[in-house]
Each structure stands twice: as C-alpha cells, then as structure tokens.
C-alpha cells in the first residue's frame, strides 16, 4: 500500500493530521541518523585502512607502546591533549577538524578563545598525530 494511502486509511482511524505530521518528522530524522550512521561507518572504514597501510612502517616497533603525549600537555578528553600554549576546546577542534578531513595535514582550526581560524600542520607519528600552528599551539591526537 502506498505511503499516501497508509496515510489516507490512517486519517479514518482517528489520526490527527498532528500525529501524522509528527510521525513524517520521526521519519524523516530517522533516515537523517542512518545517513550519517552511515557516513560514521564509512570514515571509520577509511581511517582503518589508513592504520593498514601505515602497519608495515611500524613493524619493528613495540607494539606495546603506549599512547601519550608529553607530561607538559594537559588532557582534554577522548584521549586528545593540548600543549601548554593551547586551550583544551582549541585542541578538541583541532582533533574534530583532523578527523572530519580524514586526517588532513594541513586543517583551518577556529579558536574560541581568540575567535579567529588558525592553520595546523598535523603529522602522524607511531602513536600521535601532532599538529601544530596558530600561535604556538601544539594538539596530540591519538
């Protein structure tokens, strides 16, 4: 049956064109969260394939190295550290742009502290991405 006949055959069911309403905007947000489930699972995919191909380059390596960045950083969360001349939602939009350009090395960064856009060069190291800019900002990324 088509969605406009479910609907008409709703309407004579005591459906209020309210509920239908607000059932087409439960649907429509539903299909907007599988997008971008969708688009997540795909950056996923690449960022995967991305610690693939670089895997050769670290063998060798202790693959028990663990994941920090230097003790005169501070953490921000999810892993994701700000050096001494860097504020914390800095860092985090640095870590959020370099994820969004799947690991770009060269990103604009916007500052909520000094309400400008900064450019971070980003390196991917063994353990750390490290991006560094602005005005003497430093970001570790894990």
Do not use: H
């Amino acid at each position: 049956m088509a969605a406009s006949a479910l609907l008409t055959a709703a309407a004579g069911c005591g459906t209020s064109q309210e509920e239908r309403d607000q059932a087409r905007r439960q649907a429509a947000e539903q299909k907007r969260l599988q997008e971008k489930a969708a688009g997540l699972r795909e950056e996923i995919s690449q960022l995967k394939e991305q610690q693939q191909q670089l895997a050769p380059a670290a063998q060798g390596q202790a693959t028990t190295e663990a994941v920090r960045p230097p003790a005169s950083s501070r953490q921000c969360g999810a892993g994701v550290a700000a050096g001494p001349d860097t504020s914390c939602s800095f860092a985090l939009n640095t870590a959020r742009e370099w994820v969004d350009t799947s690991g770009g090395n060269r990103i604009q960064v916007y500052s909520p502290a000094t309400r400008q856009s900064y450019t971070m060069k980003c390196s991917l190291g063994s353990a750390l991405t490290t991006c560094r800019g602005g005005k003497g900002a430093v970001v570790y990324i894990p």
